[in-house]
């Protein structure tokens, strides 16, 4: 079955813009969450969605939102872009299931430069 | 303040023998912990979970140890091959796993040299 997809894979964009990011998860997977990987922090955690609604939510700021479709795609949004938003924004998605059974399946990523 | 660290950045090792990466965490509320391994270009993919109410986990060559008296836990790979070249991430969760806020650590990088 297809995995998860992001869309577009890498972006540049300069300080002051905004971007949109774009996840497919994959068929049957109504959870889906986005993490930020930056070199020496590794990956930190920003927002999940399930069902349309936002359950969880990461020490990021409010510059940085999110939303889950019917069809359990997602999208995330970076406004006002600073350099430090320079990152690889990782997507995962999951099956609602018992404790412990939470495995996330990642996409490739969307590689995003602010110059 | 990080929670979870892995304070190797990289770790060589010949192949065939084992490799050991290490993590630490310090919230004592952590009690499922995951690694998962990422190769360029590509994204993190599951390798091996533990339950806090266990102390060894083990999935063919990978075996997961924790000890919580330590907040420690270790991934064990026997024997290493040179596609085990990677990043390797340990991530730490609550609430028995039931939940995808993952903390992670900031990664190992593991070369297997032929």
């Known amino acids: 079955k297809a995995g998860v997809t992001q869309t577009p894979r890498y972006l540049i964009k300069t300080r002051g813009q905004q971007v949109t990011l774009s996840c497919s998860p994959i068929?049957?997977?109504?959870?889906v969450s986005w993490y930020q990987q930056t070199p020496g922090q590794g990956l930190q955690f920003l927002f999940e969605?399930?069902?349309?609604?936002?359950?969880n939510k990461g020490n990021f700021p409010g510059r940085f939102s999110g939303r889950q479709f019917s069809n359990s795609r997602s999208e995330m949004n970076v406004s006002t872009l600073e350099l430090g938003d320079s990152a690889l924004y990782l997507c995962?998605?999951?099956?609602?299931?018992?404790?412990?059974?939470?495995?996330?399946?990642f996409g490739a990523g969307s590689r995003l430069t602010v110059l | 303040d990080q929670q979870v660290k892995q304070n190797s950045p990289s770790l060589s090792v010949q192949e065939g023998r084992i490799s050991i990466l290490n993590c630490d965490y310090t919230?004592?509320?952590?009690?499922?912990f995951l690694w998962y391994k990422k190769y360029p270009a590509e994204g993190p993919t599951f390798l091996i979970s533990i339950s806090s109410i266990k102390d060894k986990n083990e999935d063919g060559r990978f075996t997961v140890f924790l000890n919580k008296s330590a907040k420690h836990l270790s991934l064990h790979i026997v024997p290493s091959q040179p596609g085990d070249s990677a990043v390797y991430f340990c991530a730490a969760t609550g609430v028995g796993g039931a939940t995808n806020k993952l903390i992670f650590g900031t990664g190992t990088l593991l070369a297997v040299q032929p």
């Open positions: 969605y399930f069902s349309e609604t936002q359950r």
């Open positions: 919230n004592s509320m952590f009690d499922y």
């Open positions: 995962a998605s999951s099956l609602q299931g018992a404790p412990g059974a939470n495995v996330l399946t």
């Open positions: 068929s049957g997977h109504r959870s």
